[in-house]
């Protein structure tokens, strides 16, 4: 039996602010000069002054089409006595950009010349000397500076250089980056997987970002989790590139090379920095070049790398590391944070009611889509517990200012109608971007009464009425302006595994022995159903393996039957038939959106609801499967 190496623990638990000090006072890229074609320069960073070859204009040229004349021959124009001027003796006509031709020092436009015949013009101003002429190096003058040294490329710059004559410009040579991915579950890309194989992606991202700041960036095939492959692999790429990136093994895992392998080569400078996500960062140096290993989830991957890899590249370029705007905004939630460790949390913002909302995202390390979806970052200090729900933050955006602006905030119950809605309106206006928290039905209502969000998605089933959310919102939202508009009827059932090989009919198969159920968040109004469905069949939730295993939206749901972790989820058809699954009907609800008053009455929510009630969007819809939008765009309620 093959015995585990002992577990490397963190070296330290270092502050951003230093492992970032200690990280640029020790290493550096090397910055070499390169001459590349000036038209295809853009983007790269000048490694001198350059200064221009060439005047341009490089000769007295005219700014206009008509006709070159003398000045001193046309003095006597008036309106009340025109003067009459002869080809080749007083005018030569001219086009933009032609030469003005030898003796002539003024040019007359063509809109104010009256042709007496093809030889003769008439003309009722004098010309001013000079008049529609543009003098040698109006634009640039020979050995002028046209650009200073360290100064990225736009496109603009191009013009100014090869008008100036230069072909050819000196720029400094992007870094090369080795990106190294490890692990003996990462495969390339692919439309179907096995169990226990992970795509390896991170690297494609690395490579964009590295692209981005002015690197060049070259990836290797994954290496698995062996020590000497690893050790082997990195030697080469310290051969061959200015840069090593490591992907996972950062950690202090049994199978987590990086660290041990980085220090038989070299020296770490930091294992560790007290950011969530984020934390196993490596730092280190090897053959006089830095190495960075970057923990294998993407998240904490994608923030490491903008900590300590794009300041390495922009000071190597000579360039100001880009500030983000920063908004103040009100947390949708509250948001509890660990004493001692700087948090980043990924959130969407909106403006509603004249306020800046910020929502958290998932704050999973590996949920790619939380930076996807995100539209900020709220920094929790190491000082801070977090924010209550309501509580003033800052938010450093990642966005345009403007584009937030326009985020229409939807909350509530998941759909993927919701989804549909989101592109239609999109395609309609590119401005228009929904933005949504999946916080259940309940979340939806809290939210509006508190005006955080536009509108909410609601399924809420009144047990004593049988009514659907009309119940709820004059209870919970008595005295806000509101409407509620419907969406779709659609069927909730129980989602299983093809064939349902468990039987699963009722609630009261849920307490059977070994059966594995996946729930939605507490709030939803799936959760709402199963409730008041174990009640009617006399089960306790206690009873029910999996009751506390909360998923936030359908498809997650669905995901977790598909993966086999749970043999049944209460759901609606169209995730069991994006996964493949079958669907056992239990009920069919009514979808509807609550909106905001303002909103509702607003361009933006009008928008919203002719796309609601649209033929082609409800066909869409009900393609889906399991949707019947006959009733789409009716308003129920309004207050």
Same mark, same amino acid.
């Given at each position: 039996?093959?015995?585990?190496?002992?577990?490397?623990?963190?070296?330290?638990?270092?502050?951003?602010?230093?492992?970032?000090?200690?990280?640029?006072?020790?290493?550096?890229?090397?910055?070499?000069?390169?001459?590349?074609?000036?038209?295809?320069?853009?983007?790269?960073?000048?490694?001198?002054?350059?200064?221009?070859?060439?005047?341009?204009?490089?000769?007295?040229?005219?700014?206009?089409?008509?006709?070159?004349?003398?000045?001193?021959?046309?003095?006597?124009?008036?309106?009340?006595?025109?003067?009459?001027?002869?080809?080749?003796?007083?005018?030569?006509?001219?086009?933009?950009?032609?030469?003005?031709?030898?003796?002539?020092?003024?040019?007359?436009?063509?809109?104010?010349?009256?042709?007496?015949?093809?030889?003769?013009?008439?003309?009722?101003?004098?010309?001013?000397?000079?008049?529609?002429?543009?003098?040698?190096?109006?634009?640039?003058?020979?050995?002028?500076?046209?650009?200073?040294?360290?100064?990225?490329?736009?496109?603009?710059?191009?013009? =100014?250089? &090869? +008008?100036?004559?230069?072909?050819?410009? /000196?720029?400094? @040579? !992007?870094?090369?980056?080795?990106? *190294? #991915?490890?692990?003996?579950?990462?495969?390339?890309?692919?439309?179907?997987?096995?169990?226990?194989?992970?795509?390896?992606?991170?690297?494609?991202?690395?490579?964009?970002?590295?692209?981005?700041?002015?690197?060049?960036?070259?990836?290797?095939?994954?290496?698995?989790?062996?020590?000497?492959?690893?050790?082997?692999?990195?030697?080469?790429?310290?051969?061959?590139?200015?840069?090593?990136?490591?992907?996972?093994?950062?950690?202090?895992?049994?199978?987590?090379?990086?660290?041990?392998?980085?220090?038989?080569?070299?020296?770490?400078?930091?294992?560790?920095?007290?950011?969530?996500?984020?934390?196993?960062?490596?730092?280190?140096?090897?053959?006089?070049?830095?190495?960075?290993?970057?923990?294998?989830?993407?998240?904490? =991957?994608? &923030? +490491?790398?903008?900590?300590?890899?794009? /300041?390495?590249? @922009? !000071?190597?370029?000579?360039?100001? *590391? #880009?500030?983000?705007?920063?908004?103040?905004?009100?947390?949708?939630?509250?948001?509890?944070?660990?004493?001692?460790?700087?948090?980043?949390?990924?959130?969407?913002?909106?403006?509603?009611?004249?306020?800046?909302?910020?929502?958290?995202?998932?704050?999973?390390?590996?949920?790619?889509?939380?930076?996807?979806?995100?539209?900020?970052?709220?920094?929790?200090?190491?000082?801070?517990?977090?924010?209550?729900?309501?509580?003033?933050?800052?938010?450093?955006?990642?966005?345009?200012?403007?584009?937030?602006?326009?985020?229409?905030?939807?909350?509530?119950?998941?759909?993927?109608?919701?989804?549909?809605?989101?592109?239609?309106?999109?395609?309609?206006?590119?401005?228009?971007?929904?933005?949504?928290?999946?916080?259940?039905?309940?979340?939806?209502?809290?939210?509006?009464?508190?005006?955080?969000?536009?509108?909410?998605?609601?399924?809420?089933?009144? #047990?004593?009425?049988?009514?659907?959310?009309?119940?709820?919102?004059?209870?919970?939202?008595?005295?806000?302006?509101?409407?509620?508009?419907?969406?779709?009827?659609?069927?909730?059932?129980?989602?299983?595994?093809?064939?349902?090989?468990?039987?699963?009919?009722?609630?009261?198969?849920?307490?059977?022995?070994?059966?594995?159920?996946?729930?939605?968040?507490?709030?939803?109004?799936?959760?709402?159903?199963?409730?008041?469905?174990?009640?009617?069949?006399?089960?306790?939730?206690?009873?029910?393996?999996?009751?506390?295993?909360?998923?936030?939206?359908?498809?997650?749901?669905?995901?977790?039957?598909?993966?086999?972790?749970?043999?049944?989820?209460?759901?609606?058809?169209?995730?069991?038939?994006?996964?493949?699954?079958?669907?056992?009907?239990?009920?069919?609800?009514?979808?509807?959106?609550?909106?905001?008053?303002?909103?509702?009455?607003?361009?933006?929510?009008?928008?919203?609801?002719?796309?609601?009630?649209?033929?082609?969007?409800?066909?869409?819809?009900?393609?889906?499967?399991?949707?019947?939008?006959?009733?789409?765009?009716?308003?129920?309620?309004?207050?």
């Amino acid at each position: 039996m093959v015995k585990k190496r002992e577990r490397t623990l963190y070296l330290e638990d270092v502050p951003l602010e230093e492992a970032q000090r200690r990280w640029l006072e020790a290493v550096s890229l090397p910055a070499r000069v390169e001459e590349v074609p000036t038209a295809e320069a853009a983007g790269r960073v000048t490694a001198a002054p350059v200064f221009a070859r060439l005047s341009s204009p490089a000769y007295p040229s005219s700014a206009m089409d008509g006709v070159a004349v003398r000045a001193a021959d046309t003095f006597d124009a008036r309106e009340t006595r025109p003067v009459r001027l002869r080809r080749g003796t007083h005018f030569v006509e001219v086009d933009t950009g032609d030469p003005l031709p030898e003796g002539f020092d003024a040019v007359i436009m063509a809109e104010e010349l009256h042709w007496i015949d093809p030889d003769t013009v008439e003309i009722l101003e004098p010309a001013r000397p000079w008049q529609h002429v543009r003098p040698v190096g109006e634009d640039i003058v020979a050995a002028e500076l046209i650009l200073p040294d360290r100064h990225r490329l736009r496109p603009v710059d191009l013009g =100014a250089l &090869l +008008a100036g004559g230069i072909l050819r410009v /000196p720029v400094l @040579a !992007r870094p090369t980056a080795a990106i *190294l #991915p490890t692990g003996d579950e990462l495969v390339e890309p692919r439309e179907s997987l096995e169990r226990g194989e992970i795509v390896e992606f991170n690297s494609a991202v690395f490579a964009a970002f590295l692209r981005e700041w002015g690197a060049e960036p070259v990836r290797f095939p994954p290496t698995p989790d062996d020590p000497e492959a690893l050790r082997r692999r990195l030697e080469e790429a310290l051969d061959g590139f200015d840069l090593v990136l490591l992907n996972a093994g950062s950690s202090a895992g049994s199978e987590d090379y990086s660290e041990e392998v980085l220090r038989s080569l070299g020296e770490v400078l930091v294992h560790g920095v007290a950011t969530r996500p984020g934390k196993p960062v490596l730092l280190g140096r090897a053959r006089g070049k830095p190495v960075v290993g970057l923990p294998g989830y993407p998240v904490s =991957a994608y &923030l +490491a790398l903008e900590w300590f890899v794009r /300041p390495l590249i @922009a !000071r190597t370029l000579g360039q100001p *590391l #880009p500030r983000r705007p920063r908004v103040r905004a009100v947390a949708g939630r509250r948001i509890v944070s660990p004493m001692g460790t700087r948090d980043f949390v990924r959130v969407t913002v909106g403006s509603v009611g004249g306020r800046l909302v910020a929502q958290p995202l998932s704050r999973e390390a590996g949920v790619t889509m939380s930076l996807v979806r995100a539209d900020g970052l709220l920094v929790i200090p190491p000082e801070s517990q977090g924010y209550e729900q309501g509580e003033e933050v800052e938010v450093e955006l990642l966005r345009d200012p403007a584009e937030v602006e326009q985020n229409v905030v939807v909350t509530g119950s998941h759909d993927m109608a919701l989804d549909l809605l989101a592109g239609e309106l999109r395609r309609i206006d590119p401005s228009l971007r929904l933005v949504s928290a999946h916080a259940g039905s309940m979340g939806a209502i809290f939210a509006l009464r508190r005006r955080e969000a536009h509108f909410g998605g609601l399924h809420l089933l009144d #047990p004593e009425s049988g009514e659907y959310n009309v119940p709820y919102v004059r209870k919970y939202l008595a005295g806000v302006p509101l409407a509620l508009v419907h969406l779709t009827y659609r069927s909730q059932g129980w989602i299983v595994a093809p064939g349902n090989p468990l039987g699963i009919r009722g609630a009261e198969d849920l307490a059977r022995p070994g059966v594995r159920f996946v729930n939605r968040q507490r709030g939803a109004g799936t959760r709402l159903l199963l409730d008041q469905m174990l009640a009617r069949a006399g089960v306790e939730p206690s009873a029910v393996q999996g009751y506390e295993r909360e998923e936030t939206t359908h498809l997650g749901v669905a995901a977790s039957v598909a993966a086999g972790t749970a043999d049944v989820g209460l759901g609606v058809l169209s995730a069991a038939r994006a996964m493949g699954l079958d669907f056992v009907p239990v009920a069919e609800e009514r979808y509807d959106l609550c909106f905001a008053r303002d909103f509702y009455e607003s361009p933006r929510g009008r928008l919203v609801l002719s796309v609601v009630a649209s033929p082609d969007f409800r066909r869409r819809v009900e393609s889906l499967g399991g949707y019947d939008c006959r009733d789409a765009g009716t308003v129920w309620y309004e207050q």
